[in-house]
């Protein structure tokens, strides 16, 4: 399956932006999926995974409560609402494939694909 992320962008503190995330060459509707980010100089970190039929989400703990996880499996998407958002929040933004549960683990995931930044100024 390759992956597809989009939507990021420069936010003032405080704002939101929505990331989307398009599957193509799979079965879409099978995969439990997670974003994750990656700071300059910092390794990836899990931000959220949803289940293969949105019935189970969950966050990374600097994460809950501003973020939300979502999918369409009609329109091979899943999205990743960002609201309240932090200068820390800035990062290079990933989808990904769970081999195995909806995790928070980095190393569940894979076909990553390329990622998009998000850029929160103070």
């Known amino acids: 399956v390759q992956l597809q992320a989009s939507g990021g962008g420069l936010v003032q503190a405080g704002g939101s932006l929505r990331l989307s995330c398009a599957a193509s060459?799979?079965?879409?509707?099978?995969?439990?999926m997670g974003w994750f980010r990656q700071a300059p100089g910092k390794e990836r970190e899990s931000v959220a995974t949803i289940s293969w039929s949105g019935g189970y989400k969950n966050y990374a703990d600097s994460v809950k409560g501003r973020f939300t996880i979502s999918r369409d499996n009609a329109k091979n998407t899943v999205y990743l609402q960002m609201n309240s958002l932090k200068p820390e929040d800035t990062a290079v933004y990933y989808c990904?494939?769970?081999?195995?549960?909806?995790?928070?683990?980095?190393?569940?995931?894979?076909?990553w694909g390329q990622g998009t930044q998000v850029t929160v100024s103070s």
């Open positions: 060459g799979g079965t879409f509707s099978r995969y439990h």
């Open positions: 990904a494939v769970s081999f195995s549960d909806p995790s928070l683990r980095v190393a569940d995931y894979g076909s």
